[in-house]
């Protein structure tokens, strides 16, 4: 089993920037994709930005020249730069993590986090 714990977010004016991490823990795992979503209230929940196992990076319109995904292998941690925050980036973030376990013949799996408020004022 994998657990991702995410932590960073909080409340900013407008313009400021925050940084979200998600660590991922378990044994004999492998992370292929990581992903940023969030969910504002009354909203589905949408894709951010991913990021492959390559490095490959992807970003929603939106977010595209303000929001930096990066990963780091070594801790299996993944990271959201966020910068020149508007108010309609408020809503809730959750990691999601594309998971092979050897304990599942390594079948790919979607893991989530916690979720993690992102407040920014205006």
């Known amino acids: 089993q994998v657990q991702l714990v995410e932590s960073g977010g909080g409340l900013v004016q407008a313009g400021g920037s925050l940084r979200l991490s998600c660590a991922a823990s378990g044994s004999d795992f492998s992370i292929m994709t990581w992903g940023w979503h969030r969910q504002a209230p009354g909203k589905q929940r949408d894709l951010v930005a991913s990021i492959t196992s390559g490095g490959r990076t992807n970003y929603v319109d939106s977010v595209k020249g303000r929001f930096t995904i990066s990963r780091d292998n070594a801790k299996n941690t993944v990271y959201l730069y966020m910068n020149n925050l508007k108010p309609e980036d408020t809503a809730v973030y959750y990691c999601?993590?594309?998971?092979?376990?050897?304990?599942?013949?390594?079948?790919?799996?979607?893991?989530w986090g916690q979720g993690t408020q992102v407040t920014v004022s205006s």
């Open positions: 999601a993590a594309d998971v092979s376990e050897r304990t599942t013949g390594w079948t790919l799996r979607t893991w």
